[in-house]
């Protein structure tokens, strides 16, 4: 369907993704649940949070009151700052550990397309 690879192409140009790969050539669901994922970040994630155990207790067990959301942003600015990913780890930890614990009395999951994507940097 050339009309349709050309709508598509044309989608994925505006949200600023490369090209498809040629019909018939997508990559499957087991392929992308392999390629899609970073060992090392996951690897360093675990091992922070085996040892947050010490200080923190059992993930899911509810604790003390925590400001992870706004630790979340200051990690991410320490980040910015310094370019030490030891920040960025310890955000996406606290994102799990929010999901898993959080107190939010509206805490929900919907998914969907908010439209909000992110946008490639020049610089």
């Known amino acids: 369907m050339p ?26 669901s087991e392929v992308l649940m392999k390629t899609e994922w970073c060992e090392a970040f996951e690897k360093l994630m675990r091992n922070r949070l ?13 604790k003390a009151k925590f400001d992870r959301v706004g630790n979340m942003h200051a990690r991410l600015d320490l980040y910015m700052k310094t370019g030490n990913v030891e920040h960025v780890v310890d955000g996406a930890n606290l994102a799990m550990v929010e999901f898993v614990e959080g107190r939010n009395s509206g805490k929900l999951l919907t998914a969907h397309d908010d439209c909000s994507h992110s946008k490639e940097s020049l610089g």
Not at 3 to 25: N, T
Not at 50 to 62: D, E, H
């Open 3 to 28: 009309g349709r690879e050309f709508l598509d192409d044309l989608w994925r140009d505006m949200c600023g993704l490369p090209e498809h790969p040629k019909h018939g050539m997508l990559p499957s």
């Open 50 to 62: 085996a040892f947050g155990f010490f200080r923190y207790g059992k993930l899911g067990r509810k």
